[in-house]
Nanobody, 130 residues
Framework: QVQLVESGGGLVQAGGSLRLACTAS???????????MGWFRQAPGKEREFVAG????????YVSDSGKGRFTISKDNARNTMYLEMDGLKSEDMAVYYC????????????????????WGQGTQVTVSS
């Protein structure tokens, strides 16, 4: 089992920046297990959508078209924490942001599909004011 806790959400003006963090606690399983992680978001009345993903090693990343050039995903394995740096925020970025984890067999694997993820955090709200 993996417990995920997001932090860093809040209110920001359009054009501003926020850094989200997701801290993972592995409560069962082998310490050698590898987890791909990702960020998703869900705006009111819309489906949850992929934002960015990162491999277990942190060496491979993928950012959705909506975030390319503005969002950066990274992780600190020593701290079991993943980050999403968001710059140039727009009103359409306003949503609840969720982190997710998926056990994978390879350290270079990035998972972009929502329904492949096994573990989810509770979410953190990002509000962008114009």
């Amino acid at each position: 089992q993996v417990q995920l806790v997001e932090s860093g959400g809040g209110l920001v003006q359009a054009g501003g920046s926020l850094r989200l963090a997701c801290t993972a606690s592995i409560t069962s399983g082998r310490t050698s297990d590898l987890y791909a992680m990702g960020w998703f978001r869900q705006a009111p009345g819309k489906e949850r959508e992929f934002v960015a993903g990162i491999s277990p090693s942190g060496g491979n990343t993928y950012v959705s078209d909506s975030g390319k050039g503005r969002f950066t995903i990274s992780k600190d394995n020593a701290r079991n924490t993943m980050y999403l740096e968001m710059d140039g925020l727009k009103s359409e970025d306003m949503a609840v942001y969720y982190c997710a984890a998926k056990r994978v067999p390879e350290e270079s694997m990035v998972v972009v599909t929502l329904n492949r993820y096994d573990y989810w955090g509770q979410g953190t709200q990002v509000t962008v004011s114009s």
